[in-house]
């Protein structure tokens, strides 16, 4: 198992993880296999988002903070 340690800055905020998780997998040399994200923490979440439109992380976190 490989641990992230990723702070954030922000109450609300959404942080991409694709090119740190893509790091590992170059750094560890894997070629195939299946990648589990899971995040501990009882305040925190994982999302999917394609990133192909940035208005969406910002409405995402403003709804979050209503």
């Known amino acids: 198992m490989v641990t992230i340690s990723i702070p954030s800055q922000t109450r609300e905020e959404m942080i991409p993880v694709t090119r740190l998780i893509q790091q590992e997998v170059k750094t560890r040399g894997w070629k195939s296999g299946v990648i589990f994200v899971h995040c501990p923490h009882t305040t925190a979440g994982v999302t999917i988002n ?4 940035p208005d969406v992380r910002r409405d995402i976190c403003s709804h979050l903070q209503k």
Do not use: I, Q, V
């Not at 394609?50 to 439109?53: G, L, V």
């Open 50 to 53: 394609e990133s192909a439109d």
